[in-house]
């Protein structure tokens, strides 16, 4: 039986779908210790080593930054490990203090700066990174990457060391090592599946923690758009990609970066990594989607405790639980203290929360050499064999990927890091870990994972759904076959993008850069297409003169949002109000919320749209307001912590959230003070490619590529963004010469 298609709206992993009261008896071990220490931040880069100064100058006089008109930077140098030299230094002129926080946060540091509330997220960091392990891989890492994670730690402390004014929060000096700390695309990747509270509530002895679930009711969705269309379908006979990540607005800068040895990347780079993490080269192109095979799970483990000591059952004998002190720093007003948290390990992986009287142990992929090595060599590759021998190092463990490329490729890997499991176990629940039966197997081959390569309808298709309609659905489909894997290799549902994806792909041809950009800014609501007829049904069964105009208002209403759209405004309104008041009941059913409300009484369904109504007239003066007047782009300041402010210039923007089907995602994930709605996740870095003898491509960036607000580079991709306008990528060097702003060596 096909899954409803609005299952996948979560992204949640699954520890964070349940949540469990705690057995007393296994939650008295936790020893914590609070002490002050003498640990001062310091604020400015230590003095460069004549040696360091040295080799620094030397490397800048071979790398060249080219700003071009938009302040994007086109890094070239001699060698690739002189191009990741200026890649670091020109982000750290875009925006060094998201570049250091990504590293902060990564290496489990943020309640230095932060404060005590944040020891939590640095403990579920420091469970699974450790500067003694990475420091380890550094030193085994073949040659070719020590070379380039110095080059990552030089580019940043030469502009540290060019910068003085520059005061870092935290880390005034980076080593190479750091590099493996953060070595896949989305910062935390696997890691924050672990659930903060029940950490908490474990290991602080607050069982009471674990019951509070803060998750939102609809979260905003984290995931990406990636389609590839094979060239029977294209104008020009080359196939073609669509690069559309779905992350917070300023995530993730636009970049060119290109050595003599080969490294010619162009795309999307997350503050403070030296590889393309969604992008294209000469010869092919990779995008990313947040993936939905199931590569973390969790294992129940019978503990008992003898003379102050912990044990687990496994194979019926008694393992001692690995103990691992844990010291975590925090800032105070009074200066810094530091507790001590006392950590548990399985053979599994460590202990991360307590349900029904057993401890639950978390097992995900933790290869940070690997997973460096292959996102790096991911961008050099150049035809569809080599991207596959790149795919065998079998390390990215959190997301799908659709290539194409010049030869007329286009294909489709759901996940690539993917255990072999027992497949008579229920692996959407803690196993049980007393098993050998339940131990990962090793990794399957990616020859066995869900995949597609040149399937005969012409493209494929992801939009963190189910693989199963990645190249159409219905009878005939050359999308894989459900019942051809195991179940853990796919955990999402289908859903309402999937839907809308499929729709406007099936009868797509003679496809052009623009009309893939148009394809791709199609503006239909899909999950409006199940919510709308139980509403219609329960008006017509109990009219109500108050509700007349709106009902016939959402009865003429094309699905479509649009700036001058009222109904747009009143159906999402609608929505929203449905899932803030009925949202809770959903969780505690375990029903996908979008599932959940179109079973809704007629009472509750009409109610929802007498509140939302009248939302609308107390913050607009009409419930006919236009989607335009309150759907709005806005950027004010560099802060990441962004603010806004109905009382200052914005843009007004059509396209809404992915979770109603807009393929096109903008929504909100702040705390909404202001009456208007300002995007801050969804669309931000975002290319339409063609692949042939030459490449042709266009992107647009949220906002701009420069967090300072003096800078003309600060929001100067903000209007045409809000319109889903595109600017043409200047790829090569002629046309780069065209348009180029300024060109210098770093510390120039």
Known sequence: MIASYRTGNSTFKKSDKRFFSLNKKI????????????????????????????????????????????????????????????????????????????????????????????????????????PAELKAQYAKSPAWLKQLMTAFADGLNYYLHTHPEVKPRLITHFEPWMALAFSEGSIGGDIESVNLKQLEALYGRRPELAMFDQRPLLPEPRGSNGFAIAPSRTANGQAMLWINPHTSFYFRPEVQVSSEQGLNAYGAVTWGQFFVYQGFNQYNGWMHTSNAADVIDEFALTTTQKEGKYFYLYEGKQRPLKVVEQILPYKTAAGMASRKITTYF??????????????????????????????????????YAGFRKVMDLRANSSNNTVYADRDGNIAYFHGNFVPRRNPQLDWTQPVDGSLRAADWQGLHPVKDIIQLHNPANGWVQNTNNWPFSAAGTGPGSAS??????????????????????????????????????????DSELTAFDPLLPPLFAAYDSAPDVALAAQIQSLRAWDKRASLNSTATSLAIYWAQDLVQTHGAEARRKN?????????????????????????????????????????????????????????????????????????????????????????????????????????????ILAGGVSSDPKSPHFNDQGEMYSKGEFKDVLFYPEDLAKHTERKYHPGQ
């Not at 009484?601 to 007047?629: C, I």
């Open 346 to 383: 399985s053979h599994h992986g460590p202990v991360v929360r307590a349900a029904d009287g057993k401890w639950i142990a978390v097992q995900l992929m933790n290869e940070p050499l690997k997973a460096l090595m292959q996102s790096y060599l991911r961008t050099k590759t150049r035809d």
């Open 27 to 130: 939650t008295a071990f936790g020893f914590l210790c609070c002490t002050s220490i003498n640990l001062a931040f310091a604020q400015s880069a230590p003095a460069a080593t004549s040696g360091e100064l040295a080799r620094w100058k030397a490397t800048a006089q071979k790398v060249t930054i080219t700003r071009d008109q938009w302040g994007i930077p086109h890094v070239s140098g001699k060698s690739d490990a002189d191009a990741v030299f200026g890649l670091l230094y020109a982000q750290a002129e875009d925006d060094f203090k998201r570049v250091e926080l990504n590293y902060i946060n990564a290496l489990g540091r943020l309640a230095e700066v932060e404060g005590e509330a944040e020891i939590w997220r640095d403990l579920r960091m420091k469970l699974f990174i450790q």
């Open 591 to 699: 029903i996908p919320v979008l599932d959940y409300l179109p079973n809704l009484s007629a009472p509750e369904l009409l109610a929802a749209l007498q509140r939302a109504s009248a939302r609308l007239q107390t913050d607009f003066g009409n419930w006919q307001t236009p989607w335009g007047e309150i759907n709005r782009f806005q950027r004010l300041s560099g802060e990441i912590d962004a603010e806004y402010d109905d009382g200052k210039p914005s843009w007004p923007v059509a396209f809404a959230s992915g979770n109603w089907g807009s393929l096109a995602n903008f929504g909100m994930v702040a705390k909404q003070t202001t009456k208007r709605i300002y995007g801050d996740r969804g669309n931000s870095f975002v290319a339409a490619v063609s692949f042939g003898p030459r490449i042709q491509a266009k992107s």
């Open 480 to 521: 894989p076959r459900q019942q051809d894997y195991p179940h853990y290799m796919w955990t999402n549902g289908e859903n309402a993008r999937g839907i809308h994806a499929v729709k406007v792909l099936k009868d797509a041809k003679n496809l052009t850069v623009d009309s893939m950009i148009q394809l791709a800014y």
